[in-house]
């Protein structure tokens, strides 16, 4: 169903510089405001089918990072009282990764001086670099199944994302997920939290 969830779930991992882990991801999201969140009380999260032994793993996969989100994603529903039902869940959650390639324009001006009769003028050059990098956005959905039997009445409620920079080598960064993931969910609507 989600060939890219695997990516998705090692966050942060694929081209930046060497092995070092991003220095910070840009976190939003939105919601959807005519929705009464207090209605649900239950949850499930859709999670990706582990890469079969048979084939390569995806491009900056790690196993670790994968389980991290998913821990993450059930601690922070379950700390805001919703409960775990695999069965028949009022909410699907949903972690997905996507890998874009972004180029950064830079410009460099110098000077190339010419002495003359009187004074020196100044000639300006102008020289562009493009620099590719690679960024990583974990997108949260939230999605309000209705009825199993119907898949035209399923909404999307909630939507949170994290967006970084990756470095070149796959990293283990499943000790930032869950603080990322707790950002993302900082987002959730506070009048929603069941009470304890």
């Known amino acids: 169903m989600l060939l890219c969830v695997p990516l ?23 919601y959807d405001m005519t929705v ?10 859709v999670e990706p089918d582990k890469v079969p032994a048979d084939e390569p793993a995806p491009k900056a996969y790690l196993e670790s990072n994968r389980i991290a989100v998913i821990q993450s994603i059930v601690r922070e ?10 069965a028949d ?3 699907l959650i949903t972690p997905m990764v996507r890998l874009q390639e972004v180029e950064v324009v830079v410009q460099e ?3 190339d001086y010419y002495y003359g009769w009187y004074w020196g003028y100044g000639y300006p ?14 997108l949260i959905d939230a999605v309000d199944v209705g ?6 009445d399923d909404q999307l409620v909630f939507r949170g994302y994290a967006t970084a920079l990756l470095p070149n080598q796959p990293v283990d960064v499943s000790d930032r997920i869950p603080e990322v993931v ?10 929603s939290e069941q009470p304890r």
Do not use: H
């Open 125 to 138: 050059w102008y020289d562009q670099d493009v620099i590719v990098l690679e960024a990583g956005t974990l």
């Open 77 to 86: 529903m379950e700390e805001r009282g919703y409960v775990r039902d695999q």
């Open 36 to 45: 009464d969140f207090r209605a649900y009380q239950t949850f499930d999260v």
């Open 89 to 91: 869940p009022d909410l």
């Open 182 to 191: 707790s950002d993302i969910f900082d987002l959730w609507p506070a009048e």
């Open 8 to 30: 998705a779930l090692t966050l942060f991992v694929a081209c930046k510089d060497d092995e070092q882990p991003p220095e910070s991801a840009a976190i939003g999201g939105v």
């Open 109 to 111: 001006v110098w000077y």
């Open 147 to 152: 009825e199993w039997d119907n898949a035209e």
